[in-house]
């Protein structure tokens, strides 16, 4: 077991650094993909039971997505009217194809935040989530998995996806648009919506996770100045963040990678992660669990608990 745990996390780990090289190799960074290290290790190092269900749905659901962002990034609208259209959009599609393949949210916010204008995104989604996909498909396993988890009706998806907008209508009020939609972040609190429990330890880890990696992910490019030894560093230093907290979390490696995308502040990046995770996956703590649960219903019933 131990052994198909680390062959299996060893080519999740040479298809993110495949990534970058890439990227360096072709000069162009529009062709990392973070979420897609988080695909990648979802898939095959934790064996994501949700995400290996419908293996067609990891080449599908990213490549909608993406090229929906891609599309409405060309719209003639401000940054917040943006985030909140693609937010709409893609969870119509979530719904339409009755998915709960999270990182799928990351691929549509992407083209947006980083205002992606080159087709090399467009043709990297859909070649790196197709080999991915195709690859599930071959040399997955052939147990039949038990992925029976309870439909829950999309009123806390539509919810989750609602505060996320309020909160991109804040930031763009505030002028805070910096931290206003990290994706691992909204991936995180996607997939906790969606948890029979989310515990406080579970939030602190996952905050306290979130915050490391991205620690990690900025220090690593501003001193290396390669982005395959930055990524190597990334992906052992995030590995071992993990191994510390006994933190299942495949959106902390996009986080990692995510400051060779954006136009992150060095001094202040992981701080606006701390904060961004706190607030998102801390409201969602809070309407998880009892005290609002039984005073305004919101996100199910208390049996649920």
């Known amino acids: 077991m131990n052994k198909i745990f680390y062959n299996k996390s060893i080519i999740g780990f040479c298809i993110i650094v495949l990534m970058i090289t890439a990227s360096v190799m072709f000069n162009s960074r529009e062709i990392i993909l973070p979420e897609m290290a988080a695909l990648a290790v979802g898939c095959l190092m934790y064996q994501n039971p949700i995400w290996l269900s419908k293996p067609l749905h990891i080449f599908l659901l990213p490549s909608i997505t993406a090229v929906l962002g891609?599309?409405?990034n060309m719209l003639d609208?401000?940054?917040a009217q943006k985030l909140i259209l693609i937010l709409i959009l893609m969870l119509l599609v979530l719904k339409l194809f009755k998915s709960f393949l999270a990182p799928a949210l990351a691929t549509g916010?992407?083209?947006?935040?980083?205002?992606a204008e080159s087709y090399c995104f467009i043709i990297s989604i859909l070649l790196l989530t197709s080999a991915l996909s195709l690859y599930l498909i071959l040399v997955g396993s052939k147990q039949k998995m038990d992925c029976s988890i309870k439909q829950h009706s999309s009123r806390e998806g539509l919810i989750y996806i609602l505060f996320v907008a309020v909160w991109i209508l804040i930031c763009d009020q505030e002028k805070w648009m910096?931290?206003?939609?990290?994706?691992p972040?909204?991936?995180?609190?996607?997939?906790?919506v969606h948890k029979e429990?989310?515990?406080?330890?579970?939030f602190r880890k996952q905050v306290v996770c979130m915050f490391l990696a991205s620690f990690a992910g900025i220090q690593s490019i501003h001193f290396l100045d390669n982005l395959i030894l930055a990524v190597l560093l990334d992906i052992a230093a995030v590995y071992l963040i993990l191994s510390i907290f006994?933190?299942?979390l495949p959106p902390a490696y996009?986080?990692?990678i995510l400051p060779m995308v954006l136009n992150a502040s060095y001094a202040y990046f992981s701080f606006q992660v701390l904060l961004m995770s706190i607030i998102i996956l801390g409201t969602v703590f809070l309407c998880k669990n009892a005290v609002l649960r039984k005073s305004f219903g919101i996100f199910g019933s208390d049996k649920n608990l």
């Open 70 to 72: 891609f599309l409405v």
């Open 254 to 256: 996009a986080m990692a």
């Open 246 to 248: 006994k933190c299942r």
């Open 185 to 192: 972040v909204i991936v995180t609190g996607y997939e906790a």
């Open 109 to 115: 916010l992407l083209p947006v935040i980083t205002n």
């Open 77 to 79: 609208l401000g940054l």
């Open 197 to 202: 429990v989310y515990e406080f330890d579970t």
């Open 178 to 183: 910096f931290m206003a939609a990290i994706p």
